[in-house]
């Protein structure tokens, strides 16, 4: 089993970056897929990135709405997962979670398949 907590959310102006950060418990860190997901008030959940446990070789994956504007990273070494958010928009703004799942190698954008979440860190872009 694996904790997640997610930190770096805040307000910024449109146009502008942030970076979120994930920290994960334990020792197996490496073997579980990351993903981040969003919830914006009275909108589903949806998926914003994911990317691939340390045996996998699937490429980084992005929601259509970030592609080219977030980038996902990993440092296993530090049991840490990164969102790196550039060119923000007003639309962004939603609650950013950090989801996990060990060995995981399905569709990334099911958050059904992500056994553990974090407690989620807020975004919000102001126009």
């Known amino acids: 089993q694996v904790q997640l907590v997610e930190s770096g959310g805040g307000l910024v102006q449109a146009g502008g970056s942030l970076r979120l950060s994930c920290a994960a418990s334990?020792?197996?860190?490496?073997?579980?897929?990351m993903a981040w997901f969003r919830q914006a008030p009275g909108k589903e959940r949806e998926f914003v990135a994911a990317i691939s446990w340390s045996g996998g070789s699937r490429s980084p994956d992005y929601g259509d709405p970030v592609k080219g504007r977030f980038t996902i990273s990993r440092d296993n070494s530090k049991n840490t997962v990164y969102l790196q958010m550039n060119s923000l928009k007003p639309e962004d703004t939603a609650v950013y979670y950090c989801a996990a799942n060990r060995y995981y190698s399905g569709t990334y954008s099911d958050y059904t398949a992500m056994p553990y979440w974090g407690k989620g860190t807020l975004v919000t872009v102001s126009s």
């Open positions: 334990g020792r197996t860190f490496s073997s579980y897929a």
